[in-house]
């Protein structure tokens, strides 16, 4: 199984980035997907996760800015960022759900400057 993660970038406050991260595995439609960011020093914390059933769940910082969606017939899970604040400056990382395994993507780097 492999993780591909794309879109991350510079951008300023109140602008918008979309990642997108592509699964290779077939059973992609039937695992939780999710994103997580981290910062050196701090642990690694989810962002988003959808599940095969499309059952969403937000970090209460992002509620309401951030949108998480999947596309089963690509094999692809997106996370759509507006309203960008500076902390949401971190590395994100797409994270695979394999019943008791976790398979992560590499990271992308997200930047926010005033």
């Known amino acids: 199984v492999q993780l591909q993660a794309s879109g991350g970038g510079s951008m300023r406050v109140g602008g918008s980035l979309r990642l997108s991260c592509k699964a290779s595995?077939?059973?992609?439609?039937?695992?939780?997907m999710g994103w997580y960011r981290q910062n050196p020093g701090n642990q690694r914390e989810m962002v988003a996760s959808?599940?095969?059933?499309?059952?969403?769940d937000y970090a209460d910082s992002v509620k309401g800015r951030f949108t998480i969606s999947r596309d089963n017939a690509k094999n692809t899970v997106d996370l759509q960022m507006n309203s960008l604040k500076p902390e949401d400056t971190a590395v994100y990382y797409c994270?695979?759900?394999?019943?008791?395994?976790?398979?992560w993507g590499q990271g992308t780097q997200v930047t926010v400057s005033s």
């Open positions: 959808i599940t095969g059933d499309f059952r969403t």
């Open positions: 994270k695979m759900r394999v019943f008791s395994l976790d398979v």
């Open positions: 595995d077939v059973g992609f439609r039937l695992y939780t």
